[in-house]
DNA sequence: AGATTCCTTTTACATATGTTAAAAAAATCA
DNA sequence: TGATTTTTTTAACATATGTAAAAGGAATCT
């Protein structure tokens, strides 16, 4: 069970996005579960429709999903960052990707039907979720363009400014999938900025 | 000013996605506001803060960029499809993108502003608007893992399958950069498939 | 600690895509 | 219609990235 305030980080974030009053607060306090993940466990399943929202409360996850057998890494989350499969949460269709921990993690997880059942009496979670998912839209948005018109190199680099904690934590053989490129051609990029 | 009812065939597609009230839908028609762009005119240009949501009514427009003096093609928007620049309008940033019509085109332009104002009033009017932004991110979500992990070929050759309207409609050369290769690939690709 | 497994780099070669320039085809305009 | 401009294709060559296999290095497990 939940020791009270333990939470009190994740809501911090919270309301920097959108504030919110102590009664929205205490209505959102029982649906989040804590849970924990061993390093490589695997949080979602492919083929599971997505029905809930996960945050990162404390180590690493990332999204993946397999192409011609093997994986590739569609997206990072750390300390407090959202997790959701859009693509089957909005659309209820089963998901061709998995969740799975990249360190060992405490995930905060929320039954996505139980909280937009909330919606209706607290327009401001409501705001909150989609506030969310803008932020989320408009960084995917962001790595399309890189994909889109960026060499490897380039985009390599984008990743060592803008987020230098993946390239720390995470093993090159998901950064490169990530970027769009097999590890033999991450390996040769590095080996060039030497 | 509008005629009565003009809008129905964009309205009927909105209650498609989330049923709205009448007295939802009275309170956005003084929002629509309809206007005519000539082909190739600039519906909003590059540095402008997006504080307008458009629709496409008829005709058809493409958001882009320019990336080394080039232009690059971010998306195409058909009929009754949604037009925002969703990194500025929900970070408050100036945009890099331009709105362009590619064909002559009626466009419903409605100030988010105004819009926004009427969420609290009319929740399903909230609700609506966020079904279309998550539906643009699913959306977007598909274009960045085909730009991840398909081969320039493959890319096309979804594209035709997946939207014929756009090989039919659009000029090769806007197509070239939606989909991340040179115009001088894309026309390789078109000639190894005849 | 030693054995085993997993991750990263390197090499050699194949292929896809980029670049530049020119020709061909199509669309636009007076 | 004919002239002009724009778009698309083709060619030749350069470069980036992919593939497969092997070696080296690091992490993990008992």
Do not use: W
């Amino acid at each position: 069970m939940l020791q009270a305030d333990q939470l009190k980080p994740l809501f911090d974030v919270f309301n920097l996005i959108q504030p919110l009053s102590f009664q929205v607060t205490e209505a959102l306090k029982p649906l989040c579960q804590l849970r924990y993940f061993k390093k490589h466990e695997e949080i979602q399943a492919i083929g599971a429709t997505c029905k809930t929202v996960y945050f990162v409360f404390s180590g690493a996850a990332r999204i993946f999903y397999l192409k011609d057998g093997h994986e590739v890494t569609e997206y990072f989350a750390f300390e407090n960052d959202l997790i959701i499969r859009a693509e089957s949460l909005f659309t209820g269709n089963p998901s061709k990707k998995a969740i799975q921990a990249l360190e060992n993690s405490n995930v905060v997880a929320i039954s996505s039907e139980a909280l937009f059942r909330l919606f209706d009496q607290y327009p401001d979670l409501e705001k909150l979720f989609n506030k969310l998912v803008q932020r989320s839209y408009v960084e995917t948005l962001k790595r399309l363009e890189n994909l889109q018109f960026l060499t490897a190199e380039e985009r390599y680099r984008k990743l060592l400014t803008d987020h230098p904690e993946i390239i720390q934590k995470i093993p090159l053989k998901y950064i490169a999938s990530y970027l769009g490129i097999t590890q033999v051609s991450l390996s040769r990029i590095r080996s060039s900025l030497r």
